[in-house]
């Protein structure tokens, strides 16, 4: 249960299905909480989505109450993206949504308004689906990823789904699997035959941040452990800084950063590290003020960006992602790939000399660093 | 319970049957008295016929409140008005009072913020079994004994014509907590909706001193968005007081003068403002501007960054009323970026060193 106990707000209430009643994943959840919280199973997991959505509190509560459901949804979706900024291409593979950690500057606080932590919990089902996809499309590259609609170790604890998906992705040529998290619970996939088709990626931000403005993840020394960890155990890793916050200070606070992920694991190691500066919605303005009402995050300068969220100005933004390209070259990244999530071809332009013509270039990039 | 109250029949009240004090169904709020209702009672008489209701200390009024005040003004004493039947429950008067508006002159959203908390009493009333305020009846009476006429907030938002959900009764919860100066404001739509939401977040009386000048310097519905947001980021960003900030901005004095000088004043007090709150955009800004008058193109030549400097599509403006003045914009154009092209660079990297 080590691991578990680093989230945000315990599991009060587990709902579950009666289709999936007697899945791997439903009997590794139901096990491991060892009978310390109510169970309820309930026919349509939809149905108790839609009576609670939208209720006030739903972001708190939705750490809390764990639904295991069947699998319905598509298991492949292409991220979201934005427009008129560069997409990386990274493709979903959706088996949850909702996030036990509890970081206030967090977009899924606006985009999930139900309070349940959702689970597939028919992971066969599942992965037969996303299976007949990858087998449909043998000459498309897919670079999946669990970390976007959640955090892809979290819940691992009580679900044990990582060292599943990474035995699945290991069969499949085309694909590639990028694990995102900002948990340090590594333990079940150190002793994993993987065959280099995970990589496991941290989100990193500043010891301050880390601090001030994510509570319930592991500390961010916790991390860079979990990530020698598990490049002992022939992982690739990635990094991303994303958010990062320009704050009065950030510069040691980012550039310590920085050179302790250098410091820790190998720069060989590292297949990608990404940048983002924070952005926000209105709709998670009107959250982190209900929720966090002492908190300064969307106090600085922001404008309106032409996607609709609100962005530091684009010179700050420059300003800050040539110092932090400037010190992961300077720490020993010399050649580590490194792009920006969700920046327009301006900035990658002023910082990088170039740009990726179109989303796909982007993406062509990334795959080179997993088909290398 | 749906009573077609326009088909009962009408009669002679007199309108010292009339209990005045009763604003059970008053759903009025920040509206001039109508000059026009007055002129047109004058000429054509009393052609909506009010509504009313029995309560304890005689008739209210459920709907013609400001027709019934201008009818006894005009010296009437009594009127032809409906009567609601005694069966007739509080929430059914109530959604009478408010189609009516609804269906003439439109609720603002003060009011429709009161008709929200006269509804929500009477239906948490209804809900406890106890509703005999202001002689209202809380309940339908049946044949079969007492039933509660229950109606629920998602009914009145279908009346007031939104979509059900909460969202929508916080915010006109909201506004009813401005201070009364901006809850007027809002009623009278010289305060937008997007500032209000905003001054929530001050002091009833700092409310007050906003609203007051907002509406002294004229502002638009967009200014004051701008103003009220960008007020109350910059207080809590440097933790400055109210009084303070409007010191600094030049606020802290009768706001009065010609039209010319209250312009001045508006704009001043803008730009001060987005300066504090924008302090970086505003050197980006002032540095763009400083580069490109050092260019000495003029003023019918304007490059124009890109909005907020995000991106990077510049519009290049020229201004000119003859084929000979293009041609010297063309060259002069030509000559800079032919002799000076470093600093016509400069106008494109958009960067900022602190």
């Not at chain 1, 010179?315 to 790939?337: C, Q, T």
Request: net charge neutral; hydrophobic share 40%.
């Amino acid at each position: 249960m080590n691991g578990i106990s680093n989230i945000a707000f315990p599991i009060r209430k587990v709902y579950v299905e009666h289709a999936v009643h007697d899945t791997t994943i439903t009997r590794n959840v139901l096990q491991r909480l060892g009978g310390s919280v109510p169970v309820e199973f309930v026919e349509d997991g939809r149905d108790i989505i839609a009576r609670h959505r939208r209720e006030r509190g739903a972001q708190r509560r939705g750490k809390q109450n764990l639904l295991l459901t069947g699998f319905r949804a598509q298991p492949i979706k292409p991220c979201p993206g934005t427009p008129d900024y560069l997409c990386c291409g990274y493709q979903i593979l959706n088996f949850g949504t909702g996030c036990p950690l509890d970081c206030a500057y967090c977009i899924l606080q606006d985009y999930f308004s139900n309070p349940f932590l959702v689970v597939q919990a028919n992971c066969e089902a599942f992965l037969r689906a996303a299976a007949d996809e990858l087998r449909a499309h043998p000459d498309r590259l897919y670079r999946l990823g669990t970390g976007e609609f959640t955090d892809s170790l979290a819940l691992d604890p009580l679900t044990g789904y990582a060292a599943i998906l990474v035995e699945f992705i290991r069969d499949f040529p085309n694909a590639a699997l990028e694990l995102k998290t900002k948990a340090a619970h590594v333990d079940p996939l150190l002793h994993l035959d993987h065959r280099g088709r995970t990589i496991c990626a941290w989100s990193v931000n500043s010891a301050r941040i880390v601090e001030s403005e994510e509570y319930g993840v592991a500390p961010l020394e916790a991390r860079l452990e979990a990530a020698r960890r598990v490049e002992a155990a022939g992982y690739r890793l990635a990094f991303h800084f994303d958010p990062i916050f320009h704050y009065e200070g950030w510069e040691e606070g980012y550039k310590r950063t920085v050179e302790r992920i250098f410091e820790t694991v190998r720069a060989d190691s590292i297949a990608w590290i990404s940048l983002g500066c924070f952005r926000y919605t209105p709709g998670l303005e009107r959250v982190i003020r209900e929720r966090f009402p002492t908190n300064q995050s969307t106090f600085a300068e922001f404008i309106l960006a032409g996607d609709g969220k609100m962005r530091y100005p684009q010179p700050v933004r420059v300003r800050v992602y040539r110092k932090m390209l400037d010190w992961i070259r300077g720490a020993g990244g010399e050649k580590a790939l490194v792009y920006f999530c969700m920046e327009n071809a301006a900035v990658w332009r002023n910082v990088m000399g170039y740009s990726p013509r179109s989303d796909e270039e982007l993406a062509g990039w990334l795959d080179g660093a997993c088909w290398h | 319970m749906n009573i077609r109250f326009d088909d009962l029949p009408l009669l002679r009240v007199p309108l010292t049957r009339i209990d005045w004090n009763n604003a059970a169904c008053l759903l009025r709020f920040g509206r001039e008295p109508s000059q026009r209702l007055v002129e047109s009672l004058k000429r054509t008489g009393m052609r909506t016929p009010p509504l009313l209701a029995k309560g304890k200390s005689g008739l209210f009024i459920v709907c013609g409140f400001e027709r019934l005040r201008i009818w006894r003004e005009l010296g009437h004493e009594e009127v032809a008005a409906r009567i609601a039947p005694p069966e007739a429950a509080a929430q059914d008067l109530l959604s009478a009072a408010i189609q009516e508006n609804q269906d003439g002159r439109g609720l603002n959203l003060i009011e429709r913020g009161i008709a929200l908390e006269k509804w929500t009493a009477l239906h948490d009333e209804v809900k406890a079994g106890h509703c005999e305020e202001n002689g209202l009846k809380p309940a339908l009476r049946t044949k079969d004994g007492l039933k509660p006429a229950l109606r629920t907030q998602d009914e009145l938002l279908s009346l007031l014509g939104y979509k059900p959900g909460p969202a929508t009764i916080e915010r006109l919860r909201a506004f009813r907590q401005l201070s009364t100066t901006a809850q007027t404001a809002l009623a009278l739509g010289t305060l937008p909706e997007g500032a209000a939401a905003t001054l929530r977040e001050f002091s009833a009386k700092e409310q007050d001193h906003l609203v007051s000048i907002m509406l002294a310097l004229r502002f638009t519905a967009g200014m004051c968005r701008d103003f009220s947001r960008e007020f109350l980021e910059t207080c809590r960003r440097e933790k400055i007081a109210v009084t303070a900030l409007l010191r600094e901005l030049g606020l802290d004095r009768p706001l009065d003068g010609t039209a010319q000088e209250i312009a001045l004043l508006r704009r001043s007090a803008l730009e001060a403002l987005h300066r504090r709150r924008f302090p970086i955009l505003s050197r980006i800004e002032r540095d763009f501007a400083a580069r490109q008058a050092a260019l000495g193109l003029g003023d019918e030549i304007q490059l124009r960054p890109p909005k907020d400097f995000e991106g990077d599509q510049y519009h290049l403006d020229i201004r000119v009323s003859s084929p000979a003045q293009l041609e010297r914009a063309v060259r002069a154009l030509a000559e800079r970026l032919d002799k000076r092209r470093d600093e016509i660079q400069r106008l494109f990297d958009l960067t900022w060193e602190p």
